[in-house]
């Protein structure tokens, strides 16, 4: 049996009463654990491999935000972010932590933020090991030093096993995951999706940072380069975050979760990754796979007798994850801040074919391309989708952004102003035609068009680049490494009327996403859309 002589504490004071509690154990002992409850198995990479049940995403219409002094004026309203009842809150955490009372638990003290002028100190109670164990990949670690003086200021209380009542609870079915700001808690139930834990903190992170600390927060991955300068690159799932920010001449900061200060330095949230690993191999995610070992953990995935991985299988899900904590990627910056930002990429699958390889921002430009987070649902992804489809994420994080978009866009044209960084559109999805009749962009432009522009190597001057007629974005003329007739997506469809059709269609979906922002958007971003079509 594993060793338990660890070092407990009470949770009276959260109204959990009599519960044997699990303090800090290390990521080796939660991994026997969770194989001795039969509630994990060990791979052939001798990570451990869990099934979350039900939900194997997160569900964000059970994503709820408590509505009391603090976010009534401040929060956007909405299908995005819901209100919940105070009382109603009250209620059911009684009932929660009652639920948890004289249970075996498991709690986890952490924090996130790297910076430590903006370090939130965390305490985390799960009903099951693995998902403790995920808090340890996930959030950063105090040292035995800083556990003796650890205050936590924001509790997540994660009981996957109860379950609400919608008609009594308030909640929309019997999950739910709920932020309440006036009592710093995030409460978690009736779903074992351990991203649900990651994402309330990241959610409450999106709220506290730009209203209480002037710092803006994102979603995104950041690297540094040797001479200390500091690229971002923003996308939805399937464009290239990860990929392209998994850089072996540039340190890893983080990959999903970043704070922007006013002393302009870039900060890593999180102590660890959550990558999607469908079709992942050692050839197309070498660091990835690598950081699959013990101490990793592999959600929902399909293995044989052996413990042997299918990561093409995607019988239980198209959403396999592996949580692992940073430090099993080598090649990462120590502690996760950079300073010196100097690019900002916006990665995009546009699977029409028609937003350029690369183009240059205006700062209208990218705080209206921000607000939209774009990129294209292809045939095959969703049921029912036989065409590619717009898909619109406001600040490429619409789920997890309390506040209105355009608080955040605003803010980031300020950062951009200020630093003069360089705000890049990438389109890594198809040229030479839409999906079904062109091809995707290969990997090795899109690197050659992102390490020129983090070299300098794409114009100085307004002559380097050529106006988009539809888009109004300024396509360079030319880049190292890449074939000149790549870079203008006209040329490579070699037909100018269905480039021309097809492309204003685009337009006009960008066009009827944004107008929803356009009472709350400033003259400056408005400018920054597609030009009006002539008529």
Known sequence: MTNLDTKTISLDNLGIKD??????LTSDELHDITIEKGQGKETSFGALAVNTGEFTGRSPMDRFIVKDDITKDEVWWGNINIPFDSEKFDKLYDKVTNYLSNKEVFVRDSYACADEDYKLNI????????????A????????????????????????????????????????????????KIALIGGTGYT?????????????????????????????????GDTAIFFGLSGTGKTTL????????????????????????????????????????EP???????????????????????????????????VSYPIYHIENI???????????????????????????????????????SGYTAKVAGTEAGVTEPQPSFSACFGAPFMPLHPTRYAEMLSEKMKETGVNVWLVNTGWTAGPYGVGH????????????AALNGELGNSPEDFRIHSVFGLAQPRTCPGVPDELLSQRKAWNNDEEYYKTAHKLADSFRNNFKKFEDYANDEILAGGPPAAEK
Request: aromatic content about 12%.
């Open 123 to 134: 305490r985390v109670v799960n009903e099951y090991p693995w998902s403790n164990m995920f």
């Open 19 to 24: 519960a044997t509690v699990r303090y800090q």
């Open 287 to 321: 660091e990835i796979y690598g950081a699959i070992k013990r101490g990793a953990i592999l959600e929902n995935i399909v293995m044989d007798d052996k413990g042997n991985v299918d990561f093409a299988d995607t019988t239980i899900t198209q959403n396999t994850r």
């Open 333 to 371: 910056q120590t502690p996760s801040i950079g300073k010196n930002p100097k690019n900002i990429f916006f990665l995009t699958a546009d699977a029409f074919g028609v937003l350029p390889p690369i183009s240059k921002l205006t700062p209208g430009q990218a705080a209206y391309h921000f607000i």
């Open 440 to 451: 995707r962009m290969k990997l090795k432009y899109t690197r050659a068009m992102i390490n």
């Open 136 to 183: 340890y990949n996930m959030f950063l670690r105090p040292t035995a030093e800083e556990l003796k003086t650890f205050s936590p200021e924001w509790t997540v209380i994660n009981a996957p096993g109860f379950m609400a009542d919608p008609e009594v609870d308030g909640t929309r079915q019997h999950n739910f995951a709920i932020l309440n700001f006036g009592k």
């Open 245 to 284: 920010s998994t850089d072996p001449n540039r340190s890893l900061i983080g990959d999903d979760e970043h704070g922007w200060t006013a002393e302009n330095t870039i900060f890593n949230f999180e102590g660890g990754c959550y990558a999607k690993v469908i079709d992942l191999s050692q050839e197309k």
């Open 195 to 227: 991203g649900e834990i990651k994402k309330g903190i990241f959610s409450a992170l999106n709220f506290i940072l730009p209203v209480f600390k002037n710092t803006l927060p994102m979603h995104c991955s950041a690297n540094v380069g040797k001479d």
